[in-house]
């Protein structure tokens, strides 16, 4: 018995194409970055489509929104002291986690895990250094940007405006992750595209309605961004998706952020 | 100031292409995945490249390798019982569920959370019904492949010899997470690739070596074939993917499970 090749109307597509935008500087603060997307798919040969998704890194995200931090101009708390004792961390950095979080879940030597303050779960409240050039004189860190829902909504009306389309937007970071080893792209921010796919009304291939599923797109699309960015010296830090289609009402990451009272792995 | 366009050897090229192969039928027990694989790539009009990635859904190896089983045959023991008021479920599935698991981490209404035997921490040990053929009589439902990794690297191998390219195979299921709404892909085996991708020992675009960063590439690529792949009546199991290229050893999927020991979140 073979499939019908009339299959309803699909969630997606059958076919993705991923290209890391080229020649992306780096970015200082106050660049815009609807300025350095445009540039990268121009420099791809490319131009923006109906239902392109661009997938951007955190960390020029932050960078343009100089969200650096000198931690000579940190002053920790005695908490930020117990903390980091504790994880063997610097108790500036501490205190810099503390004041991103809402909650520390977990430290232990090497290790502090928080909730930070929009939702997220994440080792240092997602602040390093990586990839941060060095200032003379300074010693810095980056945080995660502002708020990146909010700046996806900006991305995505702004490049609405520019280049006359609707495309899905997605500031992703990597992830670690309970249960299992290595990092994964996840969404930070999202707009233009439903987050968070709910398929509880749709039926499976016999007609049976479909039980826990709930997709979480924006976080697939960040995760395989990833593959091209890489985690390195790669420096591709902006991946046009195109040929992703979801139905559905757009939805912003924070619907992927799981309520407290419903999380039993806390 | 503009990034070198001389990058150092990368960890991903950039450029990817994912298709989900048309015309794969039902499969029934005993069906040959190679055969169904290598006629979804001809009727994609593609032949198998040196560095192709096939992404795999879990549930076609599983109905090719008969994991079937009847609820009707199963006799509850009183812990299955137990746990079945609590969860709210089936107390047949339940007991399936605990002889495909080593631990329960979890069971409150509607919830049964559990440690596979091959490690992964899976809601009811994977075991589901969408998309299960109704038998009659019967009361069916679809257990995970016996091995994985292992029917990865026999298809590994059964692509080398028939279409003499070394691909990558991954086969990938759909798994909730902690802390995050909605499912994602997630790499169940893996064989012909590097699993978990470790950059430690790399520098980031400032010659500063790399802090935590191991990267769970078979987990990428699986999250990325289920945009493809959907969960409901899409219908489409195998995602080819082009232009991937990842330095490394070959590691299975049993290397993206974190020990025990080191896991803070059961």
């Keep these: 018995m073979r499939m019908s090749r009339d299959r309803p109307l699909s969630a997606t597509s059958d076919r993705l194409e991923f290209v890391a935008l080229p020649a992306i ?35 020029i995200v932050s960078k343009a929104e100089d969200r650096y931090v000198d931690l000579r101009r940190i002053n920790p708390s005695s908490r930020a002291r117990e903390l ?61 940007p502002k708020d990146p829902d909010d700046t996806c909504r900006c991305l995505h009306e702004a490049l609405r405006l520019r280049a006359g389309v609707d495309a899905g937007v997605v500031i992703n970071d990597s992830a670690g992750r309970a249960w299992r080893n290595g990092t994964v792209g996840i969404a930070l921010g999202a707009a233009g595209l439903p987050s968070l796919l709910d398929q509880r009304t749709r039926c499976d291939l016999f007609g049976r309605p479909l039980k826990a599923s709930q997709q979480a797109i924006a976080d697939e699309l960040a995760a395989a961004a ?15 998706i195109r040929g992703f289609s979801a139905p559905g009402t757009s939805a912003p990451a924070a619907s992927l952020i799981r309520p407290q009272a419903e999380d039993l792995f806390r």
Aim: proline letters at 5%.
């Design 25 to 59: 500087p780096l970015v200082k603060p106050g660049d815009d970055l609807v300025d350095l997307v445009l540039d990268g798919l121009a420099a791809a040969g490319r131009s923006l489509r109906q239902g392109d998704v661009l997938v951007i890194a955190q960390k």
């Design 84 to 144: 980091a004792a504790l994880c063997c961390k610097d108790a500036r950095l501490v205190e810099l986690i503390l004041s991103e979080s809402t909650e520390v879940l977990r430290c232990r030597p090497g290790v502090l895990v928080v909730v930070h303050r929009f939702g997220v779960v994440l080792a240092n409240a997602g602040i390093d250094h990586s990839n941060v050039e060095p200032a003379s004189g300074a010693e810095r860190v980056l945080l995660l």
């Design 226 to 240: 990833s593959l091209l960015q890489g985690q390195a010296d790669e420096g591709m830090p902006v991946v046009l």
